[in-house]
């Protein structure tokens, strides 16, 4: 039979723009966000995390934003290339991180098309 | 970081079947998850399992149906009893170690 599932958002950028994936957050006790990265057939791949003491990091090409206020969070990918085609994820550890674990909570996603 | 060796792969199954899932760690850890992805959505929180002690489930999860074991640090398993197609998904395991969770390449179960 035939499948039902939510679609997800799709984001399609040209090969070298900029991305910017959004995610909305609900719980203000949040205190940690974690950018996921996930390939078909592959669990997801760290990417990017920020505490809430902070609204801006940086690594290698991505920048993760944090607006507090209006509890966003967003993922911005510099130079986009065909390596970075995936479903993107934003989690947050909405307990705080106890000795051995952190339990995470996951947004819907975002499928990034990377057109050459 | 932490290497995950999770197991199958993936499998077609029988409705009225149970699978377990084993997840298989390269360090020892306190905490591992088990997470469910239905097609096309994203990830859910099945339960927390903790060495030495029965597994935590998440609202909507049980343990009769998702019975979970924890013989020691390195290793856990996830059972998915009485398949119906709704059990259709992909199945991952994780663990935190650190501020960093880590996730097993996941198990994409099919139920006919």
């Known amino acids: 039979g035939e499948s039902v599932g939510l679609h997800l958002p799709t984001l399609s950028v040209q090969e070298g723009d900029n991305s910017i994936i959004n995610c909305a957050y609900s719980n203000s006790a949040s205190d940690y966000f974690i950018w996921y990265k996930q390939e078909s057939g592959k669990g997801p791949q760290f990417i990017i995390d920020i505490r809430s003491n902070m609204d801006k990091r940086q690594g290698q090409r991505v920048t993760v934003l944090l607006n507090k206020t209006v509890k966003h969070l967003s993922l911005q990918i510099a130079a986009t290339q065909p390596g970075d085609s995936a479903v993107y994820f934003c989690?947050?550890?909405?307990?705080?991180?106890?000795?051995?674990?952190?339990?995470?909570?996951f947004g819907t996603g975002t499928q990034l098309k990377v057109e050459l | 970081s932490a290497v995950i060796s999770q197991k199958p792969s993936r499998d077609i199954c029988q409705r009225g079947t149970s699978l377990t899932i084993q997840c298989q760690v390269d360090s020892q850890v306190t905490m591992m998850f088990w997470y469910r992805q239905q097609p096309g959505q994203s990830l859910t929180l099945i339960a927390t399992a903790n060495q030495g002690s029965e597994a935590t489930y998440e609202s909507g999860f049980v343990i009769d149906k998702f019975p979970i074991s924890r013989p020691n640090l390195t290793f856990s398993t996830l059972t998915v009893s009485n398949m119906s197609p709704e059990d259709s998904s992909i199945y991952l395991c994780s663990l935190t170690p650190s501020s960093e969770a880590f996730f097993g390449q996941g198990t994409r179960l099919t139920v006919v």
């Open positions: 989690a947050e550890n909405r307990g705080g991180f106890t000795g051995g674990g952190n339990k995470l909570t």
